[in-house]
């Protein structure tokens, strides 16, 4: 079973939805002892990393994304669920879970933000975006991660060149959200299954 974190910062709707049309077994669930049994562990994201960061540690979900990393259960961050993965943010200037090491900063003055809309992930290498080389993916956010570069495992272009998808070990990450990306959205989905 995948287990999907409910926080009260995710998209869980958009992303259930896509895994049901995959035929993937998940359960939304903000219950640490559920996240322990489970296979795979998603770490949806909307909103902004302060709060919900907040909302992690005040039902210990921190502990157990944590937990899950050590135990080389596959984690996949989505959008801001990909920045909580690193150590800080400069949104609310708060630490983060710090399971990947490094930041996510805001886009320069002068970009219009948030980036909303389709754009080509230029893969770099690891196994999510296997077979999803240079594809186009859906992307709302404002700050953009900065890994260490040996994780990084895509890199998009906008005003910068920045790291739109990360892989360390069972750690996975995307900028972009694969449940409203089509065709290649549901196939990195079904990539990450296939990991477990």
């Given at each position: 079973?995948?287990?999907?974190?409910?926080?009260?910062?995710?998209?869980?709707?958009?992303?259930?939805?896509?895994?049901?049309?995959?035929?993937?077994?998940?359960?939304?669930?903000?219950?640490?002892?559920?996240?322990?049994?489970?296979?795979?562990?998603?770490?949806?994201?909307?909103?902004?990393?302060?709060?919900?960061?907040?909302?992690?540690?005040s039902?210990?979900?921190?502990?157990?994304?944590?937990?899950?990393?050590?135990?080389?259960?596959?984690?996949?961050?989505?959008?801001?669920?990909?920045?909580?993965?690193?150590?800080?943010?400069?949104?609310?200037?708060?630490?983060?879970?710090?399971?990947?090491?490094g930041?996510?900063?805001?886009?320069?003055?002068?970009?219009?933000?948030?980036?909303?809309?389709?754009?080509?992930?230029?893969?770099?290498?690891?196994?999510?975006?296997?077979?999803?080389?240079?594809?186009?993916?859906?992307?709302?956010?404002?700050?953009y991660?900065?890994?260490?570069?040996?994780?990084?495992?895509?890199?998009?272009?906008y005003?910068?060149?920045?790291?739109?998808?990360?892989?360390?070990?069972n750690?996975?990450?995307?900028?972009?959200?694969?449940?409203?990306?089509?065709?290649?959205?549901?196939?990195?989905?079904?990539n990450?299954?296939?990991?477990?």
């Amino acid at each position: 079973m995948l287990a999907v974190l409910d926080y009260g910062a995710g998209n869980l709707g958009s992303v259930s939805n896509a895994l049901r049309k995959l035929n993937i077994s998940h359960e939304v669930t903000a219950d640490p002892a559920v996240l322990s049994q489970a296979r795979a562990l998603i770490v949806p994201g909307v909103g902004a990393a302060a709060p919900a960061m907040e909302a992690l540690t005040s039902r210990a979900l921190d502990v157990a994304i944590a937990s899950a990393a050590r135990q080389s259960m596959p984690v996949l961050g989505i959008c801001l669920g990909m920045q909580l993965l690193l150590s800080r943010s400069e949104e609310g200037r708060v630490p983060t879970l710090d399971v990947v090491a490094g930041q996510a900063h805001r886009f320069e003055p002068g970009l219009k933000i948030p980036h909303i809309g389709w754009n080509q992930v230029r893969y770099k290498n690891g196994r999510l975006l296997k077979g999803l080389e240079d594809e186009y993916f859906y992307f709302v956010h404002s700050y953009y991660c900065a890994p260490e570069p040996a994780t990084v495992a895509g890199l998009t272009e906008y005003g910068i060149e920045f790291c739109s998808a990360l892989e360390q070990d069972n750690i996975f990450g995307v900028q972009f959200h694969p449940e409203k990306s089509g065709e290649a959205g549901l196939e990195l989905l079904r990539n990450f299954w296939r990991l477990t």
